[in-house]
């Protein structure tokens, strides 16, 4: 089912379960994983909120960049990105060349409720709600380029990586 498909990668607003559907779809197919942001704080040897401050945005969003490119290259994966990682054109277009992009989204209320007061999260610094309003409204469409959009508000991990694999063995079907 996968020989067709290089990777199988995951955007998304942050909170909406990128990561750990990542994890479930790469047990279930037996394919790695790799989550985005914990492969730049490995290169980087820092916390990507440790790259933010001291970097800014415009700098770690290049380090995004280069480390999604190379993470793309080479045998056939599960790939969780970061929520930014859709900002820029250039990600996109490797993206889709890339395999079947996924797009998880969920409504503002089940991100706040999933995302809490993580610390660890540059973009929600202040007032969460606000934030992530303002966020979700900023990229309400930078997400439609994906093969798939799948909104998790109302479904639990398992079900959400059933609904990939579905479209996957579709995908695969049409390309026989």
Do not use: W
């Amino acid at each position: 089912m996968t020989e067709t498909l290089r990777s199988i990668v995951l955007v998304g607003f942050m909170g909406t379960g990128k990561s750990s559907v990542s994890k479930l779809l790469s047990e279930r197919l037996g394919l790695i994983r790799v989550d985005l942001d914990e492969e730049i704080e490995k290169r980087e040897n820092c916390k990507i909120s440790e790259l933010f401050a001291e970097k800014g945005e415009a700098a770690f969003r290049d380090i995004e960049s280069a480390v999604l490119a190379s993470v793309l290259q080479g045998d056939s994966k599960i790939i969780a990105t970061g929520g930014g990682a859709v900002l820029r054109g250039s990600n996109c277009d490797r993206m889709l060349e890339a395999g079947l992009v996924v797009a998880l989204k969920a409504d503002a209320e089940h991100i706040i409720a999933r995302v809490g007061k993580d610390e660890s999260r540059p973009l929600l610094q202040g007032d969460l709600e606000q934030r992530v309003h303002h966020l979700l409204n900023e990229r309400r469409h930078v997400y439609d380029f994906a093969h798939v959009m799948i909104d998790t508000t109302h479904y639990n991990t398992s079900e959400v990586a059933e609904q990939i694999i579905g479209h996957l063995k579709t995908e695969t079907e049409r390309t026989e």
